[in-house]
């Protein structure tokens, strides 16, 4: 386990022994990809950590917008969260039950909307299960707590902003989806886009961020996994995925890192790949 950081990553021991603090709030980000059939919100009622709330990724979202769960306006950030009882002054710890997936994703909504007091928990739901800690079916008690909201547009682009860094090249594009994905060789699992990646990105699959037991791998293990994507690390990253979840998990690497000058494309190839102005290439880096 990495040093413990309460603004990227936190280790199942450091969220026991804060759990009882006044001004922590715990939330459930679990995401599940739409095929595998699996309602997070559900299984979050059976069971979760103690006082941890559920996080609706889908619902905290544009919902104005055609694509999947595309950061919401500030103003509904807020009152969501509002609503949770989560607000200013909060240390927040987020998990999922795949271990690390979805909730780096909710990380980095905290931070889009200029709240870094956020960590994932390092192997999320499984690892605090295995070790045998508690967990409890009861709905949180929840008191609101004012929330303000200042969206950091440093961290997220849109597709005309990714495709001009991809014509001039001056920034590292990088891609969490499968090689397969990424090479064009494996389908699409949402109907109607493309196959391929976008021209001069490189393929990170997330996996490749993490051990075997779903938490994330040490800062040196990390850059040794970015070296050997062939980005070039000295420009500013942008981050891509499916929609917008897993690309995040590359953000907090970064910032495990110490690499600061990173940005999300929300629309990822959600957008890329149904946009029908753009190229896209196919094969291997």
């Given at each position: 386990?990495?040093?413990?950081?309460?603004?990227?990553?936190?280790?199942?021991?450091?969220?026991?022994?804060?759990?009882?603090?006044?001004?922590?709030?715990?939330?459930?980000?679990?995401w599940f990809l739409p095929d595998e059939g699996r309602d997070a919100r559900a299984e979050y009622e059976e069971a979760h950590i103690p006082g941890a709330r559920f996080f609706d990724i889908d619902d905290i979202s544009d919902r104005s917008s055609d694509l999947p769960h595309m950061a919401p306006p500030p103003e509904k950030f807020m009152s969501r969260l509002r609503a949770m009882g989560v607000g200013d002054g909060h240390q927040v710890v987020v998990y999922d039950a795949q271990g690390l997936f979805s909730a780096a994703r909710v990380w980095w909504m905290f931070r889009l909307m200029g709240h870094p007091?956020?960590?994932?928990?390092d192997g999320g739901l499984p690892k605090w299960r295995?070790?045998?800690?508690?967990?409890?079916?009861?709905?949180?008690?929840?008191?609101?707590?004012?929330?303000?909201?200042?969206?950091?547009?440093h961290m997220i682009r849109?597709?005309?902003?990714?495709?001009?860094?991809?014509?001039?090249?001056?920034?590292?594009?990088?891609?969490?989806?499968?090689?397969?994905?990424?090479?064009?060789?494996?389908?699409?699992?949402?109907?109607?886009?493309?196959?391929?990646?976008?021209?001069?990105s490189h393929s990170l699959h997330y996996r490749r961020l993490l051990n075997d037991d779903g938490t994330m791998k040490s800062p040196d293990d990390l850059r040794t996994e970015f070296a050997a994507s062939g980005a070039d690390l000295a420009k500013p990253v942008i981050t891509t995925c499916g929609s917008g979840v897993t690309a995040a998990i590359i953000n907090l690497a970064l910032e495990r890192i110490g690499k600061t000058d990173h940005a999300l494309y929300d629309g990822s190839w959600a957008e890329w790949g149904a946009f029908p102005t753009v190229p896209v290439e196919t094969g291997e880096n």
């Open positions: 386990m990495s040093q413990d950081d309460p603004r990227t990553l936190v280790g199942t021991g450091w969220l026991a022994a804060h759990i009882k603090d006044p001004d922590l709030r715990i939330l459930d980000g679990t007091d956020i960590a994932v928990l295995a070790e045998g800690r508690a967990i409890e079916d009861l709905p949180p008690m929840v008191r609101d707590r004012h929330m303000t909201a200042r969206r950091q547009n849109d597709v005309t902003q990714v495709s001009a860094a991809s014509k001039l090249e001056d920034h590292a594009i990088l891609d969490a989806r499968s090689a397969g994905r990424f090479a064009g060789t494996e389908a699409e699992p949402r109907p109607g886009l493309r196959s391929g990646h976008i021209p001069g």
